[in-house]
C-alpha cells in the first residue's frame, strides 16, 4: 500500500465510549500531523510530531490523546467526547518542514 | 503570525468557463505556497505548489497558480472547467523550518452544465 491510510473511514461512538484513530504513512516521512475539519469551519491543526516527538499541541482537550510510536504510525485515542467533536479527522505527513502535507482520506467521526 | 485569506466561500462557473479563485496570504518570510482541492468526505490532494523561482507554477488537472509577492496573492486559475472540478479548493502557506501549514477556509466550486 502507498500513500497515507487511515481507518476507519467512519465511526460511531456514544459519549462514554473509548476509540482509537489510526493512521500510517508509507511514505518514508518523518512528521506527522492531526488536522479536524468541521462543517463550515477551517481545518484545525491539532497536534504535529516529528521524528516521534511532539512538537505542537494546539491547546486541544485533553480527551483527545495522540500517540506516535513510530515515525509510520499515529493515533488519535479518544474518550469522552462531545457532540461537538463530530467531525473529519484527517492525518497527514511531510518529509521536511514546512513542505507539502500528504493526506489521508479522513475519518468521519460522528459522537452520540 | 501566518494566515491565509479566500475571501470568495462559494463560486458557480459554467462548464467551459474560465476559473479564478483568489488566495492572500500574510507571512514573515519567503512563503511556500500550495493549493488542495478536496472532494466530499476526503482527504486534501495537492494541485500545485510554489517554494520559489518561476512565479507562474503549474499543476495537476490543468491548474496553475501565480505568486505575486507585492499583493501577497497566489490564485489559482484553469481555462477551461470542467464538471469533475465541482470541489472544495483550499490555499495554504507554510514555509522554513515551520513545520506548521495554515490553511485558508476554503471556496466551494460549483460547476453548471
Known amino acids: 500500500e502507498t500513500g497515507v491510510t487511515q481507518t476507519p473511514r467512519h465511526l460511531v461512538m456514544g459519549m462514554t465510549n473509548k476509540k482509537s484513530l489510526k493512521c500510517e504513512q508509507h511514505l518514508g516521512h518523518n512528521a506527522m500531523y492531526w488536522y479536524k475539519q468541521s462543517a463550515k469551519k477551517p481545518l484545525e491543526l491539532m497536534f504535529v510530531?516529528?521524528?516521534?516527538?511532539?512538537?505542537e499541541n494546539n491547546s486541544v482537550p485533553s480527551r483527545f490523546s495522540p500517540e506516535c510510536p513510530n515515525s509510520s504510525h499515529l493515533f488519535l485515542h479518544l474518550h469522552t467526547l462531545q457532540p461537538e467533536d463530530s467531525a473529519l479527522y484527517l492525518c497527514?505527513?511531510?518529509?521536511?518542514?514546512?513542505?507539502?502535507?500528504?493526506f489521508g482520506s479522513g475519518t468521519q467521526l460522528s459522537v452520540l | 503570525a501566518q494566515s491565509v485569506t479566500q475571501p470568495d466561500i462559494h463560486i458557480t462557473v459554467s462548464e467551459g468557463a474560465s476559473l479564478e479563485l483568489r488566495c492572500n496570504y500574510s507571512y514573515g518570510a519567503t512563503p511556500y505556497l500550495f493549493w488542495y482541492v478536496q472532494s466530499p468526505g476526503q482527504g486534501l490532494q495537492l494541485l500545485l505548489k510554489?517554494?520559489?523561482?518561476?512565479?507562474l507554477v503549474q499543476g495537476i488537472k490543468g491548474f496553475e497558480a501565480e505568486f505575486k509577492r507585492s499583493q501577497s496573492s497566489f490564485n489559482l486559475r484553469k481555462p477551461s472547467v470542467h464538471w469533475s472540478d465541482a470541489a472544495e479548493y483550499f490555499c495554504?502557506?507554510?514555509?522554513?523550518?515551520?513545520?506548521?501549514?495554515?490553511f485558508g477556509k476554503g471556496t466551494l466550486l460549483t460547476v453548471n452544465p
Open positions: 510554489y517554494f520559489s523561482g518561476d512565479t
Open positions: 495554504a502557506v507554510g514555509g522554513g523550518s515551520n513545520y506548521k501549514l495554515t
Open positions: 510530531y516529528n521524528f516521534k516527538e511532539q512538537t
Open positions: 497527514a505527513s511531510t518529509p521536511r518542514p514546512g513542505e507539502e502535507l500528504f
